[in-house]
């Protein structure tokens, strides 16, 4: 019974997976075939993830959940668990992520033979509209936190209320900017070279991989808030076992903080 014990222990207690891997895999295929315009591999990264967060998906499902205590962490970590760490070093890792494609979008700007001026006709951009999509995501940081807060107290009904209401305004968000592409690739501004506007070649290539990214950070996010949410109706998280939406929240705020930078960057300051 002992070492039955053990190895069940130890199966709390060393959760690997290789679905993250999988999911990593999914982005390079995804986005490096949408770079080269090879649709074979961006079909490889959509089955890809697929395949990745619905095997995430079931290994926690079969214990290996974001709502089990850690052991927390020797110093210079002390008190903080495990996921915890985890989390804030990916966020480091994102941090230095985005701030390269910003540099590069930066970089691609002050070359650019030519560069739209916001609030011109040459400025293809729906500055209002995307003013408003800003404060609809912004909005979702504060549900956000609120749903911590109420998992930490222990308030079933206020976490489910707030968990669905970041996952509706965050849902909302990514279908604004879905509607925005469309509109925007009907208009012939594309990442690639285009024989309508090819002075806008280069914009377009800075706008679609900095918003593109971030919006893929928040679809990822939206799955993680769709998961919680399920969880919550089923009673997973309460007062000492808050973890798993304090873990999500640290990445929803990240999105956020992303695009406030973003926000003015492409659609309000010029060269």
């Known amino acids: 019974m002992a070492e039955a014990h053990a190895a069940h222990g130890d199966s709390e207690g060393h959760h690997t997976s290789i679905w993250p891997f999988v999911i990593a895999l999914a982005g390079g295929f995804g986005f490096g075939g949408l770079a080269t315009q090879f649709w074979p591999s961006v079909f490889a990264g959509i089955v890809l993830l697929i395949v990745g967060v619905g095997g995430w998906v079931r290994q926690d499902l079969y214990g290996v959940s974001f709502a089990v205590k850690q052991e927390a962490e020797d110093w210079p970590f002390t008190g903080i668990s495990s996921r915890k760490l985890g989390m804030w070093l990916f966020i480091i890792s994102e941090v230095f992520f985005f701030t390269g494609l910003i540099a590069a979008g930066l970089a691609l700007r002050v070359r650019a033979d030519f560069w739209p001026t916001p609030g011109t006709s040459d400025f293809p951009l729906n500055i209002p509209l995307t003013a408003v999509n800003t404060f609809v995501l912004l909005a979702s940081s504060f549900t956000m936190a609120e749903a911590v807060h109420s998992a930490q107290l222990g308030k079933q009904g206020h976490l489910k209320a707030f968990l669905v209401a970041t996952l509706a305004l965050g849902a909302f968000f990514v279908l604004i900017q879905i509607y925005e592409y469309g509109k ?9 070279p285009n024989t309508i506007r090819p002075d806008l070649g280069s914009f377009g290539t800075a706008f679609y991989a900095q918003t593109g990214f971030h919006g893929a950070h928040v679809t990822g996010g939206l799955l993680g808030l769709a998961y919680l949410t399920v969880m919550a109706w089923k009673g997973r998280y309460g007062k000492d076992k808050s973890e ?4 999500v929240g640290l990445y929803w705020h990240l999105v956020d903080v992303v695009w406030i930078f973003l926000f003015p960057i492409m659609y309000l300051i010029g060269r």
């Open 184 to 192: 925007l690739f009907g208009e012939n501004l594309t990442p690639w």
């Open 244 to 247: 798993g939406v304090e873990i």
